[in-house]
Protein backbone atom coordinates (compact mmCIF):
# COMPACT_ATOMS: atom_id res chain seq x y z
CA UNK A 1 0.00 0.00 0.00
CA UNK A 2 1.73 3.30 -1.06
CA UNK A 3 -0.17 6.87 -1.27
CA UNK A 4 1.26 9.33 -4.05
CA UNK A 5 1.02 13.01 -3.98
CA UNK A 6 1.19 15.09 -6.82
CA UNK A 7 5.67 16.10 -6.18
CA UNK A 8 6.60 14.26 -9.23
CA UNK A 9 8.38 17.63 -11.14
CA UNK A 10 8.37 15.89 -14.39
CA UNK A 11 6.98 12.25 -15.54
CA UNK A 12 7.77 11.14 -18.98
CA UNK A 13 5.19 9.16 -20.59
CA UNK A 14 6.66 6.59 -23.22
CA UNK A 15 5.17 6.83 -26.93
CA UNK A 16 3.14 3.78 -26.65
CA UNK A 17 1.71 4.66 -23.50
CA UNK A 18 0.36 7.69 -24.58
CA UNK A 19 -2.66 7.01 -26.22
CA UNK A 20 -4.05 5.49 -23.04
CA UNK A 21 -2.68 8.09 -20.76
CA UNK A 22 -4.39 10.75 -22.77
CA UNK A 23 -7.34 9.01 -22.88
CA UNK A 24 -7.29 8.75 -19.10
CA UNK A 25 -6.49 12.31 -18.76
CA UNK A 26 -9.77 13.12 -20.49
CA UNK A 27 -11.73 10.80 -18.18
CA UNK A 28 -10.68 11.35 -15.24
CA UNK A 29 -10.94 15.21 -15.96
CA UNK A 30 -14.97 13.92 -16.21
CA UNK A 31 -14.51 11.92 -13.35
CA UNK A 32 -12.72 14.15 -10.68
CA UNK A 33 -13.89 17.79 -11.99
CA UNK A 34 -17.60 17.82 -12.45
CA UNK A 35 -19.73 18.26 -9.97
CA UNK A 36 -21.28 15.00 -9.61
CA UNK A 37 -23.17 16.10 -6.36
CA UNK A 38 -25.92 18.01 -8.66
CA UNK A 39 -26.28 15.36 -11.03
CA UNK A 40 -28.91 13.33 -9.04
CA UNK A 41 -27.36 10.01 -9.72
CA UNK A 42 -23.98 8.48 -9.01
CA UNK A 43 -21.59 7.44 -11.65
CA UNK A 44 -19.88 4.34 -11.73
CA UNK A 45 -16.21 6.01 -11.86
CA UNK A 46 -14.52 2.67 -12.13
CA UNK A 47 -11.98 1.43 -14.70
CA UNK A 48 -9.82 -1.05 -15.79
CA UNK A 49 -6.26 -0.59 -16.65
CA UNK A 50 -4.75 -3.77 -18.60
CA UNK A 51 -1.53 -4.39 -19.62
CA UNK A 52 1.45 -7.30 -19.90
CA UNK A 53 3.50 -7.38 -16.76
CA UNK A 54 6.18 -4.15 -16.67
CA UNK A 55 4.47 -2.29 -19.89
CA UNK A 56 3.84 0.52 -16.51
CA UNK A 57 0.35 0.09 -14.85
CA UNK A 58 1.34 1.38 -11.92
CA UNK A 59 3.00 4.38 -13.23
CA UNK A 60 0.15 5.37 -15.65
CA UNK A 61 -1.47 5.53 -12.26
CA UNK A 62 0.98 7.41 -10.39
CA UNK A 63 1.09 9.92 -13.54
CA UNK A 64 -2.43 10.15 -13.55
CA UNK A 65 -2.68 11.54 -10.43
CA UNK A 66 0.31 14.49 -10.90
CA UNK A 67 -1.58 15.54 -14.36
CA UNK A 68 -4.91 15.66 -11.77
CA UNK A 69 -3.26 17.37 -9.12
CA UNK A 70 -5.20 14.83 -7.25
CA UNK A 71 -3.83 12.48 -4.52
CA UNK A 72 -3.52 8.79 -4.86
CA UNK A 73 -4.15 5.65 -3.16
CA UNK A 74 -2.02 2.28 -4.19
CA UNK A 75 -3.34 -1.09 -2.99
CA UNK A 76 -1.93 -4.14 -4.09
CA UNK A 77 -4.24 -7.40 -4.22
CA UNK A 78 -0.70 -9.51 -2.86
CA UNK A 79 -0.94 -6.96 0.68
CA UNK A 80 -4.54 -6.43 1.04
CA UNK A 81 -5.12 -7.22 4.91
CA UNK A 82 -8.97 -8.60 5.37
CA UNK A 83 -10.94 -7.15 8.30
CA UNK A 84 -10.71 -9.14 11.57
CA UNK A 85 -7.38 -10.24 10.41
CA UNK A 86 -5.38 -7.71 11.99
CA UNK A 87 -2.94 -6.56 14.48
CA UNK A 88 -0.96 -3.42 15.75
CA UNK A 89 1.91 -4.98 13.16
CA UNK A 90 -0.33 -6.15 10.51
CA UNK A 91 -3.20 -3.20 10.20
CA UNK A 92 -6.18 -4.04 7.58
CA UNK A 93 -6.56 -2.60 4.33
CA UNK A 94 -10.13 -0.83 4.70
CA UNK A 95 -9.26 1.46 7.87
CA UNK A 96 -6.06 2.70 5.64
CA UNK A 97 -8.84 3.46 3.03
CA UNK A 98 -11.27 4.99 5.14
CA UNK A 99 -8.21 7.61 6.50
CA UNK A 100 -6.55 8.30 3.27
CA UNK A 101 -9.88 9.51 2.03
CA UNK A 102 -10.79 11.80 5.55
CA UNK A 103 -7.30 13.24 5.26
CA UNK A 104 -7.46 14.14 1.59
CA UNK A 105 -11.50 15.39 1.97
CA UNK A 106 -10.49 18.87 1.14
CA UNK A 107 -8.78 17.88 -2.60
CA UNK A 108 -11.08 17.86 -5.63
CA UNK A 109 -10.79 14.27 -5.64
CA UNK A 110 -8.62 11.55 -5.43
CA UNK A 111 -7.81 8.12 -7.55
CA UNK A 112 -7.47 4.85 -5.66
CA UNK A 113 -5.56 2.26 -7.97
CA UNK A 114 -6.45 -1.31 -6.94
CA UNK A 115 -2.82 -3.51 -8.62
CA UNK A 116 -2.97 -6.86 -9.51
CA UNK A 117 -6.87 -7.09 -9.34
CA UNK A 118 -6.22 -10.48 -11.67
CA UNK A 119 -4.96 -12.22 -8.30
CA UNK A 120 -8.03 -12.22 -6.84
CA UNK A 121 -9.89 -14.18 -9.29
CA UNK A 122 -8.73 -18.05 -7.78
CA UNK A 123 -11.46 -19.88 -5.68
CA UNK A 124 -10.23 -19.94 -2.36
CA UNK A 125 -12.52 -18.73 0.68
CA UNK A 126 -9.72 -16.12 1.49
CA UNK A 127 -10.24 -14.61 -2.11
CA UNK A 128 -13.97 -14.85 -1.44
CA UNK A 129 -13.78 -12.54 1.26
CA UNK A 130 -11.10 -10.50 -0.43
CA UNK A 131 -13.41 -9.97 -3.41
CA UNK A 132 -16.17 -8.81 -0.90
CA UNK A 133 -14.25 -5.98 0.39
CA UNK A 134 -13.49 -5.15 -3.08
CA UNK A 135 -17.09 -4.93 -4.13
CA UNK A 136 -17.85 -2.87 -1.33
CA UNK A 137 -15.15 -0.50 -2.52
CA UNK A 138 -16.10 -0.64 -6.30
CA UNK A 139 -19.71 -0.29 -4.72
CA UNK A 140 -18.28 3.26 -2.75
CA UNK A 141 -19.82 1.55 0.23
CA UNK A 142 -17.80 1.96 4.19
CA UNK A 143 -17.97 -1.40 5.79
CA UNK A 144 -20.28 -1.60 8.54
CA UNK A 145 -18.92 -1.51 12.07
CA UNK A 146 -16.14 0.19 10.29
CA UNK A 147 -12.90 0.90 13.07
CA UNK A 148 -9.82 2.51 12.51
CA UNK A 149 -6.24 1.97 12.27
CA UNK A 150 -6.08 1.80 16.36
CA UNK A 151 -8.94 -0.37 17.02
CA UNK A 152 -11.23 2.55 17.97
CA UNK A 153 -14.90 3.22 16.77
CA UNK A 154 -15.51 5.73 13.74
CA UNK A 155 -18.38 8.36 14.91
CA UNK A 156 -21.18 8.32 11.90
CA UNK A 157 -20.54 11.69 10.82
CA UNK A 158 -17.35 11.04 9.63
CA UNK A 159 -18.40 7.49 7.99
CA UNK A 160 -21.30 9.68 5.90
CA UNK A 161 -18.60 12.54 4.96
CA UNK A 162 -16.29 9.63 3.99
CA UNK A 163 -19.01 7.88 2.56
CA UNK A 164 -20.50 11.19 0.38
CA UNK A 165 -16.58 11.70 -0.92
CA UNK A 166 -15.95 8.44 -1.83
CA UNK A 167 -19.61 7.90 -3.49
CA UNK A 168 -18.73 11.41 -5.72
CA UNK A 169 -15.04 12.47 -5.68
CA UNK A 170 -13.15 9.04 -6.45
CA UNK A 171 -12.09 7.57 -9.48
CA UNK A 172 -11.23 4.04 -8.79
CA UNK A 173 -8.39 2.22 -11.42
CA UNK A 174 -8.30 -2.07 -11.50
CA UNK A 175 -4.62 -2.61 -12.57
CA UNK A 176 -4.51 -6.24 -13.75
CA UNK A 177 -2.00 -8.01 -16.24
CA UNK A 178 -3.96 -10.96 -17.16
CA UNK A 179 -0.61 -12.34 -18.24
CA UNK A 180 -1.80 -15.66 -19.84
CA UNK A 181 -3.79 -13.83 -22.30
CA UNK A 182 -0.50 -11.34 -23.40
CA UNK A 183 0.73 -15.17 -23.81
CA UNK A 184 -1.78 -16.13 -25.59
CA UNK A 185 -2.35 -13.60 -27.70
CA UNK A 186 -1.09 -14.59 -31.12
CA UNK A 187 -3.05 -17.53 -31.35
CA UNK A 188 -6.75 -16.64 -32.94
CA UNK A 189 -9.46 -16.07 -30.29
CA UNK A 190 -12.90 -15.03 -30.62
CA UNK A 191 -12.30 -12.96 -27.52
CA UNK A 192 -9.78 -10.03 -28.88
CA UNK A 193 -10.38 -6.87 -31.04
CA UNK A 194 -8.32 -5.31 -32.79
CA UNK A 195 -6.50 -1.85 -31.87
CA UNK A 196 -5.75 0.69 -34.58
CA UNK A 197 -2.61 -0.78 -34.80
CA UNK A 198 -3.47 -4.06 -36.39
CA UNK A 199 -2.59 -5.50 -32.52
CA UNK A 200 -4.90 -7.68 -31.06
CA UNK A 201 -6.14 -6.53 -27.57
CA UNK A 202 -8.01 -8.08 -24.81
CA UNK A 203 -11.60 -6.94 -24.58
CA UNK A 204 -14.79 -7.81 -21.93
CA UNK A 205 -15.75 -11.31 -23.49
CA UNK A 206 -12.33 -12.61 -22.79
CA UNK A 207 -11.64 -11.00 -19.31
CA UNK A 208 -15.11 -12.76 -17.78
CA UNK A 209 -13.18 -15.75 -18.61
CA UNK A 210 -10.17 -15.13 -16.25
CA UNK A 211 -12.09 -13.22 -13.75
CA UNK A 212 -15.61 -13.42 -11.98
CA UNK A 213 -18.40 -11.62 -13.63
CA UNK A 214 -19.11 -9.57 -10.74
CA UNK A 215 -16.00 -8.08 -10.44
CA UNK A 216 -15.67 -6.97 -14.21
CA UNK A 217 -18.91 -5.81 -14.13
CA UNK A 218 -18.25 -3.25 -11.15
CA UNK A 219 -15.92 -1.57 -13.82
CA UNK A 220 -17.00 0.44 -16.93
CA UNK A 221 -16.53 -1.63 -19.82
CA UNK A 222 -14.51 0.85 -21.64
CA UNK A 223 -11.02 -0.64 -21.00
CA UNK A 224 -7.85 1.06 -21.09
CA UNK A 225 -4.84 -1.14 -22.53
CA UNK A 226 -1.74 -0.81 -22.42
CA UNK A 227 -0.11 -3.15 -25.59
CA UNK A 228 2.76 -5.57 -25.63
CA UNK A 229 5.89 -3.82 -26.10
CA UNK A 230 7.54 -3.99 -29.46
CA UNK A 231 10.71 -3.47 -31.01
CA UNK A 232 9.49 0.09 -32.75
CA UNK A 233 8.48 1.01 -28.88
CA UNK A 234 12.08 -0.38 -27.00
CA UNK A 235 13.71 2.11 -29.48
CA UNK A 236 11.54 4.87 -28.77
CA UNK A 237 11.34 4.22 -25.17
CA UNK A 238 15.15 4.29 -25.46
CA UNK A 239 15.30 7.41 -27.64
CA UNK A 240 12.73 9.34 -25.10
CA UNK A 241 14.57 8.52 -21.50
CA UNK A 242 18.08 9.39 -23.40
CA UNK A 243 17.20 12.95 -23.60
CA UNK A 244 15.86 13.50 -20.16
CA UNK A 245 19.03 12.29 -18.12
CA UNK A 246 22.40 13.19 -17.82
CA UNK A 247 24.72 13.82 -20.68
CA UNK A 248 27.46 12.14 -18.97
CA UNK A 249 25.58 8.80 -19.13
CA UNK A 250 23.68 9.38 -22.17
CA UNK A 251 25.69 7.97 -24.94
CA UNK A 252 26.41 4.69 -23.29
CA UNK A 253 22.77 4.71 -22.26
CA UNK A 254 22.17 5.17 -26.41
CA UNK A 255 24.49 2.65 -27.07
CA UNK A 256 23.67 -0.43 -24.37
CA UNK A 257 19.93 0.03 -24.82
CA UNK A 258 19.70 0.00 -28.94
CA UNK A 259 22.33 -3.11 -28.76
CA UNK A 260 20.29 -5.06 -25.92
CA UNK A 261 16.84 -4.82 -27.84
CA UNK A 262 16.92 -8.52 -28.76
CA UNK A 263 17.47 -9.99 -25.40
CA UNK A 264 14.66 -7.17 -23.37
CA UNK A 265 12.26 -8.60 -26.47
CA UNK A 266 12.85 -12.08 -25.36
CA UNK A 267 12.50 -11.81 -21.88
CA UNK A 268 9.77 -9.38 -22.18
CA UNK A 269 11.14 -6.89 -19.95
CA UNK A 270 8.65 -3.79 -20.75
CA UNK A 271 9.08 -0.32 -19.57
CA UNK A 272 11.52 -1.84 -16.84
CA UNK A 273 14.00 -2.29 -19.25
CA UNK A 274 15.35 1.44 -19.32
CA UNK A 275 16.10 1.13 -15.84
CA UNK A 276 18.02 -1.60 -16.54
CA UNK A 277 20.03 0.10 -19.21
CA UNK A 278 19.85 3.09 -16.90
CA UNK A 279 22.14 1.40 -14.71
CA UNK A 280 24.05 -0.51 -16.67
CA UNK A 281 25.43 3.00 -18.26
CA UNK A 282 26.31 4.21 -14.70
CA UNK A 283 28.13 1.10 -14.17
CA UNK A 284 29.96 1.76 -17.07
CA UNK A 285 31.07 5.36 -16.51
CA UNK A 286 31.79 4.77 -12.96
CA UNK A 287 33.96 1.61 -14.21
CA UNK A 288 36.08 3.94 -16.38
CA UNK A 289 37.10 6.62 -13.49
CA UNK A 290 40.51 6.21 -12.63
CA UNK A 291 41.39 5.97 -9.14
CA UNK A 292 37.47 6.02 -8.01
CA UNK A 293 36.82 6.49 -4.67
CA UNK A 294 33.00 7.15 -3.51
CA UNK A 295 32.32 9.24 -0.97
CA UNK A 296 29.86 8.72 2.10
CA UNK A 297 26.41 10.41 1.20
CA UNK A 298 26.26 12.34 3.99
CA UNK A 299 29.56 14.26 2.78
CA UNK A 300 28.36 14.64 -1.02
CA UNK A 301 25.13 16.15 0.99
CA UNK A 302 27.24 18.61 3.17
CA UNK A 303 29.50 19.16 -0.47
CA UNK A 304 25.59 20.42 -1.77
CA UNK A 305 26.54 18.43 -4.75
CA UNK A 306 23.68 17.72 -7.79
CA UNK A 307 20.18 16.91 -6.67
CA UNK A 308 18.79 13.65 -7.48
CA UNK A 309 16.85 13.73 -10.71
CA UNK A 310 13.19 14.33 -9.68
CA UNK A 311 11.12 12.13 -12.38
CA UNK A 312 9.69 8.97 -12.78
CA UNK A 313 10.90 7.04 -16.78
CA UNK A 314 8.62 4.74 -16.85
Known sequence: MSETKSTINETIILPYQQPVFDRLCATARACICVDRFSLGIKLRTNFLLIGPSGSGKSHIAKALSHEMQVPCLTLAISDWILLGNSNRANLATWPAIFEFIER????????????????????????????????????????????????????????????????????????????????????????????????????????????PREIINRFSSDLFVLPAVTEADYRQMVDAVAQRIPEVWRERFLELGHAQIAIALRHQKGARYVEEILLAAIVAERASLANFVPLPILAERADKGPEPLDMQIF
Open 104 to 211: HAHMPGIIIFIDELDKCSHDTNYNSFLRVEIHGLADYRIPWNLTDSEGDAIEPSRVAAVQRFLSHKTMILGGAAFQEIWDQRSQPSMGFITSDTGEELPDLTELVRKM
